[in-house]
Every structure is written in structure tokens, then in C-alpha cells.
């Protein structure tokens, strides 16, 4: 199953590829996107083929549920770098979503299972200070999760902003000092790692 979550998130940019350029409707688009696009590698054809039905079902519910925010659809994997203390920060916003020229951040997780809430809400502030640096201000952040439809919003305000890049800023000093002290945490327990992490071996009470 190596893969399963980017080629989601790869059929998912390519359904709103269609959209836009061939004015396909979401069903339509997902379907279409799922039998040109979809890949997994690593998997022999009878769990690709459960997967490629699986990823269908999926991607088919999450448009349904979110139809309307699938047609406020600006930009997808939009590519951003902006510096924080002495390093720079890359990476690919998966949707921009507009309306009334109020811009909203929007990434896509396959599950809740990978990364917290937290964690990924940061991820999604992160992108908003960088867009508002660059004079594209942000007004909404958001999760969606690809698994149950389900959106949750991300508070964008200045004070969370400011607060996410303390954090980074923090982050940042510590890779520059060279301290990986480990953050043990509940979540390691779902931690694709977990069997070669010698921190989770040590700790298994």
C-alpha cells in the first residue's frame, strides 16, 4: 500500500485539473481521474485492483460531500518557500480555495491516523504566514480528510500565526544545534516506524 496516499492526493489535483479545463463535473472528474492516474506500485493486481475501486468509493463520497467547495477551487499544489530564522521553509499548499476574494488554505489527509491535529494544523498555518507574506492574505485555513469527508477548520488570526512560526523558530534552532530530543507521544503507537524507532523499543510500557 506504499503510495496509497499520494496518489489520492494526485487524482484528487487532477479531478480539479478537469474541472476547471474541460468543465467535467466532480463525479465525473474524480472517475476519470482515478482510471488514468491511479498507481501503486508495490502491489500485486488483486490489491491494486481493490484499491483502485476503494480509492474510488473514497474520492466519489469526499466530491459528493464537498461538492461545493470543490467548485471554489483556485490553485492546487501550489508550490511556496518563505525564510524563517536563517532557513527556509518549502512546500505544496494542496488546494487554495476563493470566494468573494477571500482566500482559504486547504490540505487534504487521507486519514487522522498519520498526523495529528495538531500537527497538521500548524502545517496549515505555516502556509497562510507564507501566502501573507506574500501579499496574498489569508482569511480561512482548513483539513479535510479524505476518508470521511469530514473538513475541519484551522484558525488563521494573527495570534495563531505568530504562534506557529514561534514554534517553527524553535523547531528550526534545535535541527540547527543539533537536538532531536524525541517527543514520545500516544501517536507513536500508529507510527509507520515504530518497530525500528529505538526510542519506541525502550519505551513499550
Same mark, same amino acid.
Given at each position: 500500500? $506504499?503510495? &496509497?496516499?499520494?496518489?489520492l ?11 476547471q479545463s474541460? /468543465? &467535467? ?6 472517475i476519470?481521474? $482515478? ?11 488483486v ?23 470543490m ?12 525564510? $524563517?530564522?536563517?532557513?527556509? #521553509?518549502?512546500?505544496? @499548499?494542496?488546494v487554495i ?6 482566500l482559504?488554505?486547504?490540505d487534504?489527509?487521507?486519514?487522522d ?5 495538531k ?9 497562510s504566514? /507564507?501566502?501573507?507574506?506574500?501579499k ?5 485555513g482548513?483539513?479535510? &480528510?479524505?476518508?470521511?469527508g469530514d @473538513?475541519?477548520? @484551522?484558525t ?18 534545535? #535541527? ?17 516506524f515504530k518497530? $525500528? ?9
Amino acid at each position: 500500500m $506504499i503510495g &496509497y496516499g499520494k496518489t489520492l492526493h494526485y487524482c484528487l489535483r487532477n479531478t480539479s485539473e478537469l474541472m476547471q479545463s474541460e /468543465g &467535467y463535473d466532480p463525479i465525473s472528474a474524480v472517475i476519470t481521474a $482515478i482510471d488514468r492516474n491511479f498507481q501503486l506500485p508495490f502491489a500485486g493486481k488483486v490489491l491494486f485492483d481493490k484499491s483502485k475501486d476503494a480509492a474510488k468509493r473514497t474520492l466519489v463520497q469526499f466530491v459528493q460531500k464537498n461538492e461545493e467547495d470543490m467548485n471554489r477551487i483556485k490553485e492546487v499544489e501550489s508550490r511556496l518557500e518563505f525564510p $524563517i530564522q536563517r532557513a527556509t #521553509i518549502t512546500g505544496k @499548499v494542496d488546494v487554495i480555495l476563493h470566494e468573494n476574494g477571500k482566500l482559504e488554505v486547504r490540505d487534504y489527509k487521507t486519514s487522522d491516523e498519520v498526523t495529528t491535529l495538531k500537527e497538521s494544523s500548524m502545517q496549515v498555518q505555516l502556509y497562510s504566514l /507564507g501566502l501573507n507574506m506574500i501579499k496574498h492574505p489569508v482569511e480561512k485555513g482548513s483539513i479535510a &480528510y479524505l476518508d470521511n469527508g469530514d @473538513v475541519k477548520e @484551522v484558525t488563521v488570526d494573527e495570534g495563531k500565526l505568530l504562534k506557529a512560526k514561534s514554534v517553527a523558530e524553535e523547531q528550526i534552532g534545535a #535541527i540547527q544545534d543539533k537536538k532531536f530530543d524525541p517527543k514520545i507521544s500516544d501517536f507513536c503507537l500508529k507510527c509507520d516506524f515504530k518497530t $525500528i524507532c529505538r526510542w519506541c523499543k525502550n519505551n513499550d510500557d
